[in-house]
């Protein structure tokens, strides 16, 4: 199995247009030493010609290029060509499910998601009456604990399955009730392989039921948004902490960083990364201290084979 960071950015991307924070700063300045990142999403395939979208992110249409495709010139004939076959989303936040509606081009979309994020992209947000407005959307429900496999554009199997499994965090704010499912995490299969792929850009308690998903990947994605529980409210950017925001910091009490570097996936790598984050910096020692335990930062364009 194929697997693309297109995104690696927690929400507002990198720098953020309205950041003046120390890592906005450098990035803006010296982008050697502070890589710009898009909205968080990667993508997936089991034969690098069929992709799986996994969250639609507002910067879609800019990372959609990056996987293989049709180059100019394209053949005869072809006029149109879809590089999806399906969009599968861990939550109904904003920056992971605003890009349904820019795909509305595609004129036929497949979705998967739970019964939880579906009513939000329904009766909340509406991204999903708003994208029928110009496309059919079939929407495919991912029940927690069960896999089910992932069908192409022709219907046809994969040969790759999708699991989600419940993680801690809150429903986007916007949403009107708070139901269980409403954040998840996926473990991607390939079937043919055996190589699994564990995803989970927000997630707000690295705790037991959750590393033990995650010791059943061969590879995993995990949120990185901050480095420390009060990072906001030491830059006087926000009274809330980390962990009230549903995401575990890195570092300190109860930080990911130690059960992360402990996994027997021989691939392990932070993603959907703050502004603020100091991990963000190429010599920052976070970036040090990550690297020493074996653990990579995302950067829009890593590929890996599963």
């Given at each position: 199995m194929?697997v693309?960071?297109?995104?690696?950015?927690?929400?507002?991307?990198?720098?953020?247009?309205?950041?003046?924070?120390?890592?906005?700063?450098?990035?803006?300045?010296?982008?050697?030493?502070?890589?710009?990142?898009?909205?968080?999403?990667?993508?997936v395939?089991?034969?690098?010609?069929?992709?799986?979208?996994?969250?639609?992110?507002?910067?879609?249409?800019?990372?959609?290029?990056?996987?293989?495709?049709?180059?100019?010139?394209?053949?005869?004939?072809?006029?149109?060509?879809?590089?999806?076959?399906a969009?599968?989303?861990?939550?109904?936040?904003?920056?992971?499910?605003?890009?349904?509606?820019?795909?509305?081009?595609?004129?036929?979309?497949?979705l998967?998601?739970?019964?939880?994020?579906?009513?939000?992209l329904?009766?909340?947000?509406?991204?999903?009456?708003?994208t029928?407005a110009?496309?059919?959307?079939?929407?495919?429900?991912?029940?927690?604990?069960?896999?089910?496999?992932?069908?192409?554009?022709?219907?046809?199997?994969?040969?790759?399955?999708?699991?989600?499994?419940?993680?801690?965090?809150d429903?986007?704010?916007?949403?009107?009730?708070?139901?269980p499912?409403h954040?998840?995490?996926?473990?991607?299969?390939?079937?043919?392989?055996?190589?699994?792929?564990?995803?989970?850009?927000?997630?707000?308690?690295?705790?037991?039921?959750?590393?033990?998903?995650?010791?059943?990947?061969?590879?995993?994605?995990?949120?990185?948004?901050?480095w420390?529980?009060?990072?906001?409210?030491?830059?006087?950017?926000?009274?809330?902490?980390?962990?009230?925001?549903?995401?575990?910091?890195?570092?300190?009490?109860?930080?990911?960083?130690r059960?992360i570097?402990?996994?027997?996936?021989?691939?392990?790598?932070?993603?959907?990364?703050n502004?603020?984050?100091?991990?963000?910096?190429?010599d920052?020692?976070?970036?040090?201290?990550?690297?020493?335990?074996?653990?990579?930062?995302g950067?829009?364009?890593?590929?890996?084979?599963?």
């Amino acid at each position: 199995m194929r697997v693309v960071l297109l995104g690696t950015a927690a929400g507002g991307g990198f720098p953020q247009w309205n950041c003046w924070c120390p890592t906005c700063r450098v990035a803006r300045s010296d982008p050697s030493r502070a890589h710009p990142r898009t909205q968080s999403s990667i993508a997936v395939s089991p034969d690098d010609v069929r992709w799986f979208l996994i969250n639609a992110s507002p910067d879609v249409r800019e990372q959609l290029p990056r996987l293989p495709g049709p180059r100019d010139p394209v053949p005869d004939g072809v006029t149109r060509h879809v590089p999806i076959e399906a969009v599968l989303l861990t939550d109904a936040e904003l920056d992971h499910s605003v890009g349904l509606a820019l795909l509305r081009e595609a004129r036929a979309l497949t979705l998967y998601a739970t019964a939880a994020t579906i009513d939000v992209l329904e009766r909340d947000s509406r991204l999903l009456p708003t994208t029928r407005a110009f496309a059919s959307v079939a929407v495919r429900e991912m029940p927690e604990g069960q896999p089910i496999a992932l069908v192409d554009r022709a219907g046809a199997a994969s040969g790759l399955t999708v699991e989600a499994f419940a993680v801690a965090g809150d429903p986007p704010r916007f949403a009107s009730t708070c139901r269980p499912g409403h954040t998840v995490g996926l473990l991607v299969r390939d079937e043919a392989g055996g190589g699994t792929l564990a995803y989970v850009p927000g997630c707000g308690a690295l705790d037991a039921g959750v590393e033990r998903q995650l010791r059943r990947a061969d590879a995993v994605l995990f949120d990185g948004t901050f480095w420390r529980d009060d990072e906001l409210v030491a830059l006087g950017i926000s009274t809330s902490t980390a962990r009230a925001m549903g995401h575990v910091p890195i570092d300190g009490p109860g930080g990911s960083l130690r059960i992360i570097a402990a996994l027997p996936a021989a691939t392990r790598v932070y993603t959907h990364i703050n502004n603020t984050n100091r991990i963000l910096l190429e010599d920052s020692p976070q970036r040090g201290a990550l690297s020493a335990a074996g653990v990579l930062v995302g950067d829009d364009g890593l590929a890996f084979t599963v």
